[in-house]
């Protein structure tokens, strides 16, 4: 088996996230269902890293996406 790794853009999701029309039911994305639709049968999901950087012009967004990335198993 091959295995493969995925690297999220942690700060481009969570923003496009939020301007999504159903925003509200994917925000709470599980990143790892989408990388794993990505692999060939014969390949395993080794690991997803997920990066971001913060919005330091908005307090208010960076204390959100703060939270967000705090989630359990993101």
Not at 2 to 11: E, I, N, P, W
Not at 35 to 46: A, M, N, P
């Amino acid at each position: 088996m091959t295995r493969a790794a995925f690297y999220v853009d942690g700060f481009n999701l969570y923003h496009s996230l939020l301007t999504h029309p159903h925003a509200a039911a994917r925000r709470w994305l599980d990143v790892h269902a989408p990388c794993k639709s990505f692999l060939k049968k014969t390949e395993i999901l080794e690991k997803v890293t997920h990066f971001t950087a913060f919005a330091t012009w908005a307090p208010e967004k960076v204390a959100r996406h703060q939270r967000y990335v705090r989630v359990p198993g993101f």
